[in-house]
């Protein structure tokens, strides 16, 4: 099975921001479908029913088909497409930003609308931590005892992730690799105990790893 790599958030985060009075309230979320972005927008309504506005936007689909945003009373423009911009932007899908704001009796203008909403998108993004979905394989290596200390430093030395190891009448060595590197791993083995370990595919998964921020080294 070959998994596609995306971009999404590790979890719920909370961001609030100030800006002339009004009050900015960002919730960022994972979400699978469009029924569960729209439950949870629901329920940030009720619980914040006092506010102003509630814009948000979300993408949902691993090739990002579903898009939808929402100024929600804001100016056309202003609000849900700014957010929307910045989870392009970031490059993530199956997430869903909703900004709520209380307004302070202050007008910021169409310009002030769009960095403000923009500005509250990317501290959602922030607190809910960006992740990068990588499409990997679980291992299952085997080797008798007088090959297990080789191979168990050997591994800790190189670019794959030992998950757990077994004891039993010989030793069993589950590794993370990611998906594209399942044939060198296999030759590496191979080649590192001449051809003495037994070496199964366990499952196919992802694993996650955060993503770079805005203007920071990969």
Not at 57 to 74: L, M, N, T, V
Request: glycine letters at 6%; charged letters at 30%.
């Amino acid at each position: 099975m070959v998994l596609i790599p995306y971009r999404t958030v590790r979890h719920q985060g909370r961001a609030e921001t100030d800006i002339r009075r009004s009050r900015f309230l960002t919730f960022a979320a994972p979400v699978q479908t469009e029924e569960e972005a729209e439950a949870f927008i629901q329920s940030r309504r009720k619980e914040d029913w006092k506010a102003n506005h509630h814009c948000y936007a979300y993408i949902i689909g691993k090739k990002k088909e579903i898009q939808k945003a929402s100024d929600d009373g804001e100016p056309s423009g202003t609000a849900g497409v700014p957010i929307l911009d910045v989870l392009k932007r970031r490059g993530v899908t199956d997430t869903l930003v909703i900004v709520t704001r209380y307004f302070g009796g202050i007008k910021l203008g169409a310009g002030g609308l769009i960095r403000a909403y923009a500005h509250s998108a990317a501290a959602g993004l922030h607190a809910a931590e960006v992740i990068d979905q990588i499409p990997s394989t679980l291992w299952k290596v085997t080797v008798d005892y007088h090959l297990s200390g080789m191979l168990d430093n050997r591994l800790r030395d190189s670019p794959w992730q030992i998950k757990n190891v077994d004891y039993t009448d010989r030793v069993t060595c589950h590794v993370y690799t990611e998906q594209k590197a399942g044939k060198q791993f296999r030759t590496w083995i191979q080649d590192l105990t001449s051809a003495q370990a037994e070496v199964e595919q366990e499952e196919e998964l992802y694993l996650s790893r955060r993503a770079p921020e805005p203007g920071e080294e990969p």
